[in-house]
């Protein structure tokens, strides 16, 4: 019976990695689209954020069903609830992959945001799909040096959030309130991206030290 728990325990990881896979395929293609006006890429994206959806779901059942038959206690009690809430997370940023796209259908055949923003976007798209590649491997390896690079890349996209509404907020702004909405909500997307990957890093981090990283360090 223990050996067929681990045996599910592996199974709810490689899910996980499953899962955090598409979704760095999914932030890569939807900042592609969003960068270069490609409404084909970004109408992709949005379809294919079903199947995340799809197997986030599948895998709570399996966690649940886990609870349920195996009645784990302790550290794999803790796994388990980790997972769940894993993949919530990773749900969710998929749905910001979606977003990002979204803007990029409904704006062609033009540019999201104007040109002085273009190139910090680029910056802020680059440093997402860099997090979510290192999510990955993460919870492939359960590396805690990983963990802490994620925060680091966090800080750099919450510093290029920051950049965004001093620019849109700037007496210089000569942006339309459309612009403003595309670039504050992009901004936004973005930066929570990053923000549900430094929550999942925490709580591999705390699975596999026992250490748990206050929300705001």
């Known amino acids: 019976m223990r050996e067929v728990f681990q045996q599910e325990l592996r199974e709810v990881q490689d899910r996980l990695v499953e899962i955090s896979t598409l979704v760095a395929d999914s932030i890569e293609r939807a900042t592609q689209a969003f960068n270069e006006s490609n409404v084909a890429l970004a109408e992709t994206v949005i379809a ?75 910056d802020m798209g680059a440093l997402d799909v860099e997090i979510a590649r290192k999510l990955t491997e993460l919870l492939r390896t359960e590396d805690v040096e990983i963990a802490e690079q994620i925060r680091n890349e966090d800080d750099k996209v919450d510093a290029l959030h920051l950049s965004v509404f001093d620019k849109v907020l700037g ?24 923000d549900h990957a430094v929550s999942i890093s925490k709580k591999v981090q705390y699975l596999a030290t026992g250490d748990w990283v206050p929300l705001d360090a």
Do not use: C, N
């Open 171 to 194: 007496e210089t702004w000569k942006g339309a309130a459309v612009d403003t909405v595309d670039a504050t909500l992009a901004s936004r997307y973005h930066e929570r991206f990053a």
């Open 48 to 122: 294919d954020d079903d199947k995340i959806d799809a197997l986030a779901a599948e895998l709570d059942e399996l966690a649940i069903q886990i609870l349920a038959r195996q009645q784990p206690v302790a550290r794999d009690l803790r796994i388990v609830v980790s997972a769940l809430r894993i993949s919530a997370s990773l749900e969710r940023m998929g749905d910001m992959s979606e977003h990002i796209a979204q803007l990029a259908r409904y704006r062609f055949p033009e540019k999201v945001v104007p040109k002085g923003l273009r190139g910090t976007f680029r």
